[in-house]
């Protein structure tokens, strides 16, 4: 009974020292995050599309959270655009930032690839454009029809993957989850305030400048 009273004592320092580093403290820290003037509010249908993105589970494959130069690997180096900052985030709720890469960074998406046509075919058969792709395809986003109707978006594909004497169509869930993707965008410049909002472990390599990581 006498050592159960330090134990007790013990844990509750440990659980209060935790909240105060992991919570208390960076909240603290970004309470003065103000979303850059570039980046404009989610529409309603991006903000429909942004939850077809979650239903279908894309953030188990896709991170949305580009690394800085001082990780394992450099992503704008790779193209996927400089090291993400707390005001990037400022319109999402909650934060889709991933942990797995079996595809690639989905941050700035929209700034490599900003074609409505390529996105609805990649969705439809990523095999019609990356014939390695492990991406599952998404049919049920996607109709059969006969004939067109006024208003129907047709999905281009490659003549073997044409259902015969039937036309691809995107129903509206497909529409609103390529809408939430080209919002994807965050490839304006920063500021070296919000560069340093980053967690401090990883250090910028010798000589590079901000100009690399897209700061002001």
């Known amino acids: 009974m006498n050592r159960l009273l330090p ?74 655009g400089r090291a993400s ?50 991406m599952p395809s998404y049919p049920y986003m996607f109709e059969l029809k006969a004939q067109l109707e006024p208003g129907d978006v047709l999905v281009r594909l490659p003549e073997s993957l044409q259902p015969e004497g039937k036309h691809v169509v995107a129903r509206q869930e497909a529409l609103d989850l390529v809408e939430y993707l080209l919002a994807l965008d965050r490839t304006y410049a920063t500021t070296s305030q919000e560069l340093d909002k980053r967690d401090r472990g990883y250090d910028r390599r010798p000589g590079e400048t901000l100009m690399d990581l897209g700061a002001q």
């Open 85 to 134: 900052t707390p005001g990037d985030y400022f319109y999402d709720s909650p934060h889709l930032l991933g942990t797995m890469r079996t595809g690639p960074d989905l941050f700035n998406v929209a700034a490599r690839m900003k074609s409505r046509d390529w996105h609805l075919t990649h969705l439809y058969q990523p095999r019609a454009i990356f014939d390695w792709s492990l």
């Open 7 to 80: 134990l007790l004592i013990g844990a509750i320092g440990v659980l209060l020292l935790a909240t105060l580093m992991l919570v208390i403290l960076p909240a603290w820290q970004l309470r003065t995050s103000e979303p850059p003037a570039p980046l404009k509010p989610y529409t309603v249908q991006q903000l429909q599309g942004r939850d077809q993105y979650v239903a279908n589970g894309c953030l188990y494959c896709h991170s949305q959270q580009p690394r800085s130069s001082g990780q394992t690997l450099f992503d704008t180096a790779r193209g996927w």
